[in-house]
């Protein structure tokens, strides 16, 4: 079964920057948009950035939009986001998946997550 993943995550401060990771084995990786949502105990998971599968588009929550970048590489099945200025409220544990890039629906496996926390 094709599962992601995640990388990179960690405590920092806020306004600082962090990458993370999304590697994906198998699967029709090049060839599927990848999302990027974010989960926090006790709430819904959110929708963060979207790509689709050239890396010609991408989409973002208007809440990171201007501060997070999504890309790829599908030589390496993975896909970044690149996180900076980032915000207390922006801790949360960051997944990826595959999405229909059309509504940004997840409609892939989900991996174990990255833990991203950020101290005011």
């Known amino acids: 079964q094709v599962q992601p993943v995640e990388s990179g995550g960690g405590l920092v401060q806020a306004g600082d920057s962090l990458r993370l990771s999304c590697v994906v084995s198998g699967g029709t990786f090049s060839f599927d948009s990848m999302g990027w949502f974010r989960q926090v105990p006790g709430k819904e998971r959110e929708f963060v950035a979207a790509i689709s599968w050239s890396g010609s588009s991408t989409y973002y929550n208007e809440n990171v939009k201007g501060r997070f970048t999504i890309s790829r590489d599908n030589a390496k099945n993975t896909v970044y986001l690149q996180m900076n200025s980032l915000k207390s409220e922006d801790t949360a544990v960051y997944l990826c998946?595959?999405?229909?890039?059309?509504?940004?629906?997840?409609?892939?496996?989900w991996g174990q997550g990255t833990q991203v926390t950020v101290s005011s």
């Open positions: 998946t595959s999405v229909d890039y059309g509504d940004r629906r997840p409609i892939g496996s």
